[in-house]
């Protein structure tokens, strides 16, 4: 007489290697399989039609309750039960009790591997593929408080046995090594329908390995691989590769501020999850850096110094003879939508992003840019990012600033290989930010910041001739003056920073920054200057009393 036994379900959609991993399961000696136990029901109540229809309605049980009562719940004489089912099965009018009862685990595979081989039996269309209903089978089970482990078929094929120890390790089930192989030919538990779907995988004695080249993908299936890709995405996310693989990719990283895990993003004209805020590889951006940027901070409910900042965005546009830019209340309303969508009002970091857009072919020209700008706006929770009680570190750096004669700092552009290249000499030296230099061996900035130092009570920062004129570098600039210091713009040596009394950094992202050390320098006693702090505390209060109110903001 048999007893109750625990049910594996796998739910996967077609040509996903789901009979192959049926099969391996079959192989333990622990476990009975049933192949597509709710077909019968699905044909039905769906009226779907099928070669094999007649055939299979009159021989497999068409109520889809009874069957999981009696036949996916029903006694057995072995320890599991090992369901496969196909989503799109899961019809209206089931029982709960189905996804309530026994273990669950969701099978995918991406579309661009199951579309080519797919209509040889059933013409592809998004219903019939069911990458939809996986996604409803993963909430539902994710509200019910038991969110399944998801297995891709790729990583089956790069590595069988590594991903099944993964899968029973989920399915809190041990691992068999015969699970790994098992005899060509048709299987007593295979389904009516197998004559039309299994020829491969009968003639196959385990998991083959992933064809290295694939064969065309047909043009006819564009629509439909467009349609299914990002439910496939989601569900891939849930993958846990770094657990089973043994030569899998790196880690996932944790974030600075993990509540940025979760936020919302502007790209083009939509608010879009961090996941999915992505560009076009037509983009110009990807293709030369062609593109222009603001940072801007958002204090207790305001953004400082946005027309600023928005000036700047537009005269390096149409210093890049950008066409068909969005106009200053369109770049507006899409921060301020971002903004509220996240919730962020206080201690946020804006990256504003315009780019010249997608282009209709890769190349260099922007001929070929026909779409219009692409906006970008990406918003962070993101206190500043130097330690500006402690102060930081600098080293300077053999890259040069670049010159007027080749590119023009003040277009505030996206190619910033030059910052990028002696921000890694600051990094391979374990400082803060590197100093550049300009062509004739004078100061300009930092690679991220522009930069200041005192002597003798006098505020001197380089000409902004090299350096990018910062927004920030401006208003510090107003405020020494306004503290009745005294202020020079002038060429600035190595040397005059070496030997300084104070020294300090300027920019959206850090505010004001003391330098502490330069070089091996020790910059005056190696402390917070009394000019510095004055000045930090001169900008923090103008922040805190000026700027552009976020629309319906109203502060707690």
């Not at 993908?217 to 996310?237: A, H, V």
């Not at 927004?471 to 020079?488: Q, S």
């Amino acid at each position: 007489m048999g007893e109750e036994i625990e049910v594996i379900h796998s739910w996967s959609a077609p040509r996903s290697l789901s009979t192959s991993l049926m099969y391996s399961f079959a192989q333990r000696n622990d476990i009975e399989v049933l192949d597509e136990p709710l077909y019968a029901n699905f044909l039905r109540v769906t009226g779907a039609d099928r070669p094999y229809k007649e055939e299979l309605r009159s021989k497999m049980d068409n109520d889809g309750n009874k069957v999981v009562k009696e036949v996916i719940f029903g006694a057995g004489v072995k320890k599991y039960r090992y369901c496969k089912h196909i989503a799109k099965q899961r019809v209206p009018g089931l029982t709960n009790e189905l996804m309530k009862r026994g273990k669950h685990f969701i099978l995918i595979r991406n579309p661009l591997d199951i579309l080519p081989s797919f209509d040889k039996v059933v013409p592809p269309s998004f219903v019939e593929l069911g990458l939809a209903e996986l996604v409803s089978i993963y909430s539902e089970l994710s509200e019910l408080g038991k969110p399944p482990p998801v297995i891709d078929a790729a990583d089956i094929q790069e590595n069988p046995e590594a991903a099944l120890r993964g899968l029973c390790e989920d399915l809190d089930i041990p691992f068999q090594d015969s699970m790994l192989r098992w005899e060509a030919g048709p299987k007593s538990f295979d389904g009516i329908w197998a004559p039309w779907w299994y020829k491969s995988v009968h003639k196959s004695t385990g998991f083959a390995p992933a064809k290295k080249y694939p064969t065309p993908f047909p043009t006819s299936l564009y629509d439909l691989l467009e349609q299914s890709l990002p439910f496939y995405n989601m569900l891939k996310r849930h993958t846990r590769r770094s657990s089973y693989i043994l030569n899998s990719t790196l880690p996932h990283p944790s974030l600075p501020v993990p509540a940025n895990e979760k936020l919302l993003a502007w790209v083009g004209d939509e608010i879009v999850p961090r996941e999915t805020a992505k560009v076009s590889v037509f983009d110009s951006v990807v293709q030369g850096g062609d593109a222009v940027w603001e940072g801007l901070r958002v204090y207790s409910g305001k953004l400082f110094k946005l027309e600023e900042h928005l000036d700047r965005l537009f005269d390096s546009a149409k210093a890049l003879a950008f066409s068909n830019v969005p106009t200053r209340e369109e770049v507006k309303e899409a921060i301020f939508k971002t903004l509220l969508t996240n919730g962020m009002f206080d201690n946020a970091h804006i990256r504003l992003t315009l780019t010249r857009g997608k282009k209709v072919t890769s190349g260099m020209s922007p001929a070929f840019n026909r779409y219009g700008c692409t906006l970008i706006v990406l918003a962070e929770w993101k206190p500043p990012v130097y330690d500006n009680e402690k102060g930081i570190t600098l080293v300077t750096a053999t890259t040069r600033r670049n010159s007027p004669n080749n590119l023009d700092s003040k277009i505030h552009h996206n190619n910033l290989l030059n910052n990028i290249l002696a921000k890694i000499e600051g990094n391979n030296a374990g400082a803060d930010d590197a100093v550049m230099l300009d062509k004739d061996g004078y100061v300009s900035e930092t690679n991220a910041t522009n930069i200041f130092l005192v002597k003798k009570g006098r505020v001197v920062t380089p000409h902004a001739d090299y350096c990018l004129p910062g927004i920030t570098r401006a208003t510090v600039m107003e405020l020494v003056l306004k503290e009745n210091l005294v202020l020079e713009e002038r060429r600035i040596s190595l040397s005059e920073f070496h030997t300084a009394d104070e020294v300090w950094t300027t920019g959206t992202m850090g505010e004001l920054s003391p330098v502490v050390k330069i070089d091996g320098r020790i910059i005056g006693d190696g402390r917070v200057g009394p000019v510095t702090q004055r000045l930090q505390n001169a900008y923090k209060k103008l922040a805190e009393e000026s700027g552009v109110s976020i629309p319906i903001y109203q502060k707690s």
